[in-house]
Nanobody, 128 residues
Framework: QVQLVESGGGLVQAGGSLRLSCAAS????????MGWFRQVPGKEREFVAV???????YYADSMKGRFTISRDSAKNTVYLQMNSLKPEDTAVYYC??????????????????????WGQGTQVTVSS
């Protein structure tokens, strides 16, 4: 089992920045990838970014250049630095984790079904 706890959400004005954190605990010794997704009420969960624990990142097109995913292996923590935030970035942000080494290509991990564990989510609200 892996437990994920997100933090860092909040209210920010358009153009501002936030950094989300996701701390993993439990059986984290074989982490393969961790990802960030977001969801607004009435819509499907949307892929944001993914990082392979051994290196490599992939972003949704709308986040490229504004969001940066990173990880601290020693702390078993993944981060999402979000800059130039827009009102349409308002959502609950979730981190996700998998130990399954199903694919090398990170694009496949834009699918929520490839993850085994999810955090409880953290609300990000961007005001105009």
């Amino acid at each position: 089992q892996v437990q994920l706890v997100e933090s860092g959400g909040g209210l920010v004005q358009a153009g501002g920045s936030l950094r989300l954190s996701c701390a993993a605990s439990g059986r984290t010794f074989s982490t393969y990838v961790m990802g960030w997704f977001r969801q607004v009420p009435g819509k499907e969960r949307e892929f944001v970014a993914v990082i392979r624990w051994s290196g490599g990142t992939y972003y949704a097109d709308s986040m490229k250049g504004r969001f940066t995913i990173s990880r601290d292996s020693a702390k078993n923590t993944v981060y999402l630095q979000m800059n130039s935030l827009k009102p349409e970035d308002t959502a609950v942000y979730y981190c996700a984790h998998t130990q399954r080494r199903t694919y090398y290509t990170l694009t496949r991990y834009s699918n929520p079904g490839e993850y085994d564990y999810w955090g409880q989510g953290t609300q990000v609200t961007v005001s105009s």
